[in-house]
């Protein structure tokens, strides 16, 4: 691994940190003024809705600059969404902004290790890579909900001789904006690479034809195919089974909404160990042979029906948690890997975040609805385990023989 690899990797473990404790900072806004309370959920709605809007647009933005200023840039919307929501404007619009910048960021933090790295360093790199944001998803949501304290705002405050009136989350927002101007000063430092794929026109016609020729060509492309079809599934599948550990936790093991959340973090954990197994043992030519660990998966949500412990709990979160990260990195690298050769890994990494994030809202939404007809949460549970291991196994059969090249 080289220099630049290991800057990218700083500016995306500062980004995704602020990114994840500007969410709890967010919530805990809308609580200090009483909003209702499906604004909360809300937040994450209007944040991936600008993935899938903005696709079209942000594969050729990524492909059209150098990535590294890309980078810059997009840390830069995200820094205005945490100003303006300081400054009083609806914490659900400032969001939408912060999830215009990440939507122009993603392609270009995973586009760029293909032009800094050979194929073969891709899934090691990807390893790093979703290390990295795991361990960014963990101190973001303890960060988060640290900042977010009133009596550390006050005591931090007092404590550099200043009098405030800054509100707990508020403080809090203070802090990520910092964190995010650190991550858009460290984009600076990513050397220029030359242009990758550029548009040839800019025209907003071209644009559309160009993102449905992406769409096309890489659900038409078998290892295309396999490595979007199982990266959607793990997001869509990831988001919903976050709310669903949650509702679990309070009935099974009396939990409240933040010792809940301090139990996901197992599963986080583990898909941080399962990433380093995955950039150890396992390389792009062999990508498609970790399918079976995405089948066993669907079976650990349906083990937790009968756990009552924490201990237990946390580690078959653990186990699952590691499962993930060991089949998803060597997708992520397949998908990048393909996606350069097609189209350019802009291109294909907006094509991956559209994907995955309409996928995030249908499963979300179908868990929204079995709890609003008042299903048991061991019955949805139930669902979804058996819908990832027949997903899982279908894409299993129909790709085990494909060869990478």
Do not use: C
């Not at 794929?197 to 492309?221: C, E």
């Not at 083990?303 to 993930?324: D, H, Q, R, T, Y």
């Amino acid at each position: 691994m080289n220099r630049a690899f290991y800057t990218v990797l700083l500016a995306q473990f500062l980004s995704a940190l602020a990114d994840n404790a500007l969410l709890f900072a967010a919530i805990g806004l809308l609580l200090f003024f009483a909003a209702p309370d499906w604004h909360s959920p809300l937040l994450q709605t209007v944040f991936v809705i600008a993935y899938i809007v903005l696709a079209p647009l942000a594969g050729p933005f990524a492909d059209a600059l150098p990535k590294g200023r890309v980078m810059f840039i997009a840390n830069s919307v995200k820094f205005a969404g945490t100003v303006v929501m300081l400054v009083g404007l609806h914490p659900l619009l400032a969001y939408a902004i912060v999830g215009i910048g990440a939507a122009m960021y993603s392609p270009a933090k995973y586009g760029i290790l293909t032009e800094l790295l050979p194929p073969d360093r891709l899934v090691v790199a990807n390893s790093w890579m979703e290390g990295t944001t795991v361990a960014a998803i963990v101190l973001g949501a303890i960060i988060g909900g640290v900042l977010i304290n009133p009596e550390l705002a006050a005591q931090t405050l007092a404590a550099m001789g200043l009098q405030s009136t800054l509100i707990a989350p508020k403080f809090a927002i203070v802090v990520i904006t910092g964190l995010y101007l650190a991550a858009a000063l460290t984009n600076l430092f990513i050397p220029r690479l030359p242009i990758d794929h550029a548009l040839p026109s800019k025209a907003p016609g071209f644009i559309l034809h160009d993102f449905w020729h992406s769409f096309t060509l890489l659900w038409r492309d078998p290892l295309g195919q396999v490595s979007l079809a199982v990266t959607t599934l793990f997001w869509g599948v990831g988001a919903t089974l976050r709310l669903l550990v949650i509702t679990w936790a309070a009935l099974n093991l009396k939990f409240s909404l933040d010792q809940a959340t301090q139990l996901t973090a197992a599963s986080a954990i583990g898909i941080a160990i399962g990433a380093v197994f995955a950039g150890k043992f396992v390389r792009l030519q062999g990508a498609v042979s970790v399918l079976p660990a995405g089948i066993l998966l669907g079976f650990v949500p349906i083990a937790l029906i009968w756990v009552e412990s924490v201990v237990p709990a946390a580690l078959l979160l653990l186990f699952g948690g590691a499962l993930a990260g060991y089949f998803v990195v060597p997708m992520n690298a397949l998908l990048q890997h393909r996606g350069h050769l097609l189209m350019g890994a802009g291109h294909s990494i907006a094509q991956q975040n559209f994907n995955e994030n309409i996928s995030i809202l249908v499963l979300t939404g179908a868990y929204a609805m079995m709890m609003r007809a008042e299903w048991h949460i061991h019955t949805i549970i139930w669902v979804f385990g058996l819908f990832i291991s027949a997903v899982m196994t279908a894409i299993w059969l129909r790709h085990r023989n494909d060869v990478v090249h």
